[in-house]
């Protein structure tokens, strides 16, 4: 799959409603490379999010760094239609994911929507008034692994890895590529990967095909929580691979577990700005606990997906945070248990 940023933009913009897909046309070459996200908010100006940098998009088909006289505006009919094309005519069929506050979408983008919570028997059920929506743009970066997987072959490393770095950082990307060359035999021979998407966006599977590039010997649990994902592929799928991303709640803990019991590599992301970020959050201590990752990788936070801070022995990490003293953790600020 070898799908230009711009071609990428294009079919993320053509589910934007007709009234503003022109004016998406029209936008610069270099934006649509450049673009991450488009956002439509009820009643204000169209927005189209870059790294470090936001657009308007003005009515004469330029964009703008700043809001003004000229900009396109998102009318309420504009996000209901938009709502439509996105469900293809069939919110019913989409509600299970409208629930959880997102749309998978052909080509593997992904749509974030916003608007008022329904609720049944105290629990989400759906939403009404929708009011905003968060279009992001599936990016794939062929390679960019090369030097995270370049690294871990030199230090001779073996085992699960877990890769930390803060939003925008790369994370999903670079597990995507990570899945597709190990299951194409681009580091020796093909393993068998299963990756566990619970909210579509590393294989962007679209009504069963993955839109994304993961490579040949490669399996996707479609949906599936990652807990339950990932104890579904030990028991059915016996992957030599997990891959999964954002993990870290008590259940995923206690899955990762598992899955060292039967023999399986976990390659995971989590959320941390920082190696003392990531060591003061209690996930990632519990995740590291469980033996079952042996290296962690921390992503830049500028520089574009695969950019390395560095990468970092997992008994090490926790020999460091053994250091923390029982009072720290407990005041809650800088212990390893004090911040969720």
Not at 84 to 112: D, P
Not at 165 to 191: F, H, N, W, Y
Not at 245 to 260: F, H, M, P, R
């Amino acid at each position: 799959m070898n799908t230009s940023c711009e071609e990428k933009f294009d079919s993320a913009a053509a589910c934007v409603c007709g009234r503003l897909c022109g004016f998406m046309a029209a936008i610069p070459g270099k934006v649509k490379h450049e673009a991450q996200e488009i956002r439509l908010r009820v009643n204000r100006p169209v927005t189209i999010c870059c790294p470090g940098k936001t657009y308007f998009l003005m009515e004469d088909g330029s964009v703008s760094l700043s809001a003004g006289s000229g900009c396109v505006i998102a009318w309420h009919s504009d996000i209901e239609d938009t709502f439509r094309i996105l469900c293809e005519n069939s919110v019913y069929s989409h509600e299970n994911e409208i629930r959880s506050g997102y749309i998978a979408m052909r080509g593997g983008h992904r749509a974030g929507i916003c608007g008022t919570a329904v609720f049944h028997g105290g629990d989400v059920s759906g939403m009404k008034y929708v009011s905003s929506v968060n279009i992001r743009i599936a990016h794939e970066v062929p390679g960019c692994a090369n030097m995270l997987l370049n690294q871990i072959m030199k230090q001779n490393m073996h085992g699960g890895l877990l890769i930390a770095g803060p939003p925008s950082s790369g994370k999903t990307t670079i597990l995507r590529d990570v899945a597709r060359q190990l299951s194409s035999g681009m580091r020796g021979t093909a393993c068998r990967v299963t990756i566990v998407d619970e909210r579509g966006e590393i294989a962007g599977t679209f009504q069963g095909v993955p839109q994304n590039d993961i490579g040949t010997c490669c399996d996707v649990l479609d949906g599936f929580p990652k807990a339950e994902g990932i104890l579904t592929a030990v028991r059915s799928l016996a992957p030599q691979y997990i891959v999964c991303d954002e993990i870290g709640s008590e259940k995923e803990t206690k899955a990762v577990e598992q899955s060292l019991n039967a023999g399986v590599c976990i390659i995971a992301s989590i959320h941390a700005g920082s190696i003392s970020e990531l060591l003061h959050r209690r996930q990632a201590y519990a995740l590291l606990a469980t033996g079952a990752f042996s290296s962690v990788a921390l992503l830049s936070s500028s520089g574009g997906p695969g950019k390395i801070d560095g990468i970092y022995k997992a008994g090490d990490l926790l020999a460091e945070a053994g250091r923390f003293t029982a009072t720290d953790m407990c005041r809650g600020t800088c212990g390893v248990y004090g911040v969720a």
